[in-house]
């Protein structure tokens, strides 16, 4: 089933911001003559490593502090994307989002690979997909930083990058805080944080968070529950202050989840699988469940040596990974016995003909389990400081990731050419040295004027080896193909390569007034090359490797404030070059074989238009909103099997994107109330490069709403809260197959949920 578009919304996305932003003025003006000395939060980020206005820092950065966090009922990276201009998350297993940012990101899940968009916790890189798919909990803020990143981060980023910075804890009297959020789908969640000073000169920290949902939908012939969770998590801490000039910080976490995957829903079929169709979206016919599991735990040290004039920065962490995922990516229940080859002897065939097998089930099953482990440690060492007009800083980074991954995959298919069943494995390793050195100088000609430049070189080594065995997807031809060309049951082989590059960055800023901040920025972004890895048909293309990708980033940024600080008004306009962009995209293996999964290189360009407003209308009344957006295609010959996709939209990568948020907030004798409306919307978007009109997504909103009751004493408060009011069947994955004819199999974002959050601190 498609989605219904809403033509005024789909039409008018611009218009909608540009008068957003025009009655914000005006409501501003109307506020100027009040009496009344609120005005908009000041933001301090830390996106270059030292503390900064937002207002005053040269990078396109959304912000969100913990309690944007808690009054948006934001407790996951999907709610983050879904406020940021140009950011795309979907999410075709828990353990594996794929992240989009201004046209570029990745959804290859090769060993081999790594990611477009770097994810930080605390100043760590965290390398998987696994790991970042975590609860939002004892956050300080988040910062999203949009376009390349890659002369300060210890891990080079092409794309952007997620920092989340966690509350340190607090060397004085015990404080804490705790939840408790009951709802819909049995859900029950708590966490919190208790902190405090330990010994002189010692806080220690302990956070945790538990979250228990049944499913969201339901597997019809089991009778079970699907999309499920059940995740736990845990952070401590320890800061110790053994002297003015030194901070150390240790950090360990650990988090487990054991959840039920969505069931994937067929929401379009050519013909034969129509019948199977669901009557509910979230419902599916599944021989078994499937599971989704996850274990990730970490430590880190971070140390802050203030000397003479510079401050020295270690941060070491190591982080171990493992997930397990089984499910069927294909909806309905086959019976794998049935067998019928029209052009072979019809005494081995035990059905009548094809349209026998199409009234009898779907024409494919696909079922598929991934395991992987990994671990990374790394260490990032930083020097800042001041000398006369100059702030400067150094550093040099290393890590080093180790992957091993072990894929099946057992298949049923039903084509013009007959049946075929099968059973594929696949296990590939990896291991990751990667090496950086890094330094960025800011010239300040006066209290106008600033320039900064820098400069990093990063190295990435890579020892990768897959091996495969099983039936392949060949009636007739089952075994696999090593380098010398020579047909094998199995191949093992083994590869290294390395790749290094130079990203340099140049900014110039000015400051107008103090209200009234201009930047221009010129960067490039890089990332390492990778292979393949997932689901090779032959030894020569396991271990064929695709090239690194690189952005080059021209941006004109604005941020202003305005009516005595109670509008602000941030844009940012970009244009970004793309070169050898890692595109994992279907490629056919022959006129009797399904397709197989590859990455290819392709170049493009994508420019666009960012804008993030917030306006304190009234003293009680907060209107804040963010809209993007983006044209990214691809400019130069991309061949694919015979298609060219030049010109072709970029996937995951909706053209306009709007954000708008209300708050309204007062106080009684019963305590302060606040009342928020939030409403998000984007637009039709392909799913692939190869914008088959199978993959588009059509354009989606998303309606939420809450009102919360705090103590006059900020002790206790109680919230009501719904997300996706309207119920809306918003796409999280979406994939074609095709074996008799196109089939496209969908899984879904969360439906209407409610709630009640009831908090405590102390």
């Not at 607090?170 to 859900?187: D, H, T």
């Not at 941060?315 to 229940?333: C, H, K, M, P």
């Amino acid at each position: 089933m498609r989605l219904t578009k809403n033509p005024l919304i789909r039409r008018h996305p611009l218009a909608m911001s540009i008068a957003l932003v025009l009655s914000g003025n005006a409501m501003a003006q109307d506020v100027e003559a009040e009496s009344s000395a609120k005005t908009i939060e000041v933001i301090k980020v830390t996106a270059r490593h030292k503390v900064e206005s937002l207002q005053e820092t040269p990078i396109a950065i959304s912000a969100f502090s913990g309690d944007d966090l808690n009054d948006a009922r934001i407790d996951a990276l999907n709610g983050i994307a879904e406020r940021v201009p140009g950011f795309q998350m979907n999410v075709y297993n828990a353990a594996e989002p794929e992240l989009f940012m201004r046209g570029i990101g990745s959804d290859i899940e090769s060993a081999g690979a790594g990611a477009a968009i770097g994810v930080y916790v605390d100043g760590v890189y965290i390398s998987r997909g696994v790991a970042a798919a975590m609860d939002l909990y004892d956050l300080a803020s988040v910062e999203v930083l949009r376009g390349p990143q890659g002369t300060l981060y210890g891990k080079n980023v092409v794309g952007g990058a997620i920092n989340f910075i966690t509350r340190k804890p607090s060397q004085a009297y015990p404080e804490g805080k705790v939840e408790l959020n009951v709802g819909n789908y049995g859900l029950l969640e708590g966490k919190g944080y208790v902190t405090g000073g330990l010994a002189d000169n010692v806080g220690g920290k302990l956070a945790f968070s538990a979250t228990k949902r049944d499913g969201f939908g339901e597997n019809t012939y089991t009778g079970n529950d699907a999309d499920t969770m059940d995740r736990y998590s845990l952070r401590g801490q320890l800061l110790f202050t053994p002297a003015d000039d030194l901070e150390i910080l240790l950090s360990a976490d650990a988090s487990d989840s054991d959840s039920v995957p969505p069931v994937r829903y067929i929401s379009y079929s050519d013909g034969r699988n129509q019948p199977f169709i669901s009557d509910d979206p979230r419902h599916a016919r599944n021989e078994f469940d499937g599971f989704e599991k996850a274990k990730v735990k970490g430590i880190s040290a971070k140390v802050d040596y203030q000397l003479t004039n510079a401050t020295l920065t270690s941060i070491t962490a190591y982080r171990d990974n493992e997930f397990s995922f089984f499910e069927n990516a294909a909806a309905g229940l086959v019976d794998t016995s049935v067998f019928y080859d029209p052009w072979g002897d019809p005494a081995n065939n035990n059905v009548a003909g094809d349209d026998e097998i199409a009234a009898l089930q779907v024409d494919d099953m696909w079922y598929q389990q991934k395991n992987e482990q990994s671990s990374q440690f790394s260490q990032e060492f930083r020097l800042a400081g001041v000398s006369g007009a100059v702030d400067w800083q150094l550093g040099a980074y290393y890590m080093r990731e180790d992957i091993e991954r072990d894929e099946m995959v057992q298949y049923w298919f039903h084509t013009q050419w007959g049946t075929t069943t099968g059973r594929l494995y696949n296990i590939t390793e990896n291991v990751t040295d990667s090496y950086a050195v890094f330094g960025q100088a800011s010239y300040n000609f006066n209290e106008k004027w600033r320039v900064t430049a820098g400069l990093r070189w990063s190295e990435d080594k890579k020892d990768f080896r897959s091996v495969a065995w099983g039936r392949r997807f060949d009636n007739w031809d089952t075994l696999h193909q090593d380098l010398n060309g020579n047909r094998v049951e199995r191949y093992d082989v083994s590869t290294s390569e390395s790749w290094d590059a130079w990203t340099p960055s140049l900014v110039v800023d000015y400051k107008a007034d103090k209200d009234l901040f201009y930047y221009y920025s010129l960067s490039r972004g890089y990332k390492a090359g990778g292979f393949n890895g997932e689901g090779p048909e032959s030894a020569e293309e396991a271990i064929l490797a695709f090239a690194p990708e690189f952005a080059l980033n021209h941006e004109i940024g604005l941020k202003s404030q305005a009516f005595d600080d109670r509008l602000r008004l941030n844009a940012a306009v970009f244009f970004t070059q793309y070169t050898d962009m890692q595109n994992q995209i279907w490629v056919e293996t022959g006129p009797n074989t399904p397709d197989d999964l590859e990455v290819r290189n392709g170049t493009g360009e994508a420019k666009g238009l960012e804008l993030e407003l917030t306006a304190l209308v009234t003293d009680n009344f907060t209107l804040t909103g963010s809209y993007g957006f983006i044209d990214a295609e691809f400019t130069d010959s991309f061949e694919v099997d015979g298609e060219d996709f030049q010109g072709n939209r970029m996937r995951r990568t909706p053209e306009h994107s709007l954000n708008l948020a209300a708050t309204y907030d007062w106080e009684t004798e019963s305590g302060y109330w606040s009342a928020r409306l939030d409403y998000q919307y984007q637009d039709e978007y392909f799913f692939d490069n190869s914008n088959d009109p199978l993959t588009q997504v059509d354009s989606e909103t998303t309606l939420n709403a809450s009102v919360q009751l705090a103590s006059l004493d900020d002790t206790w408060s109680v919230q009501l809260w719904g997300k996706n009011l309207t119920d809306e069947q918003n796409i999280a994955s979406t994939t074609v197959y095709a074996a008799w004819d196109n089939t496209v199999f969908s899984s879904y974002k969360a439906p209407r949920t409610f709630g009640v959050s009831v908090t405590y601190q102390f």
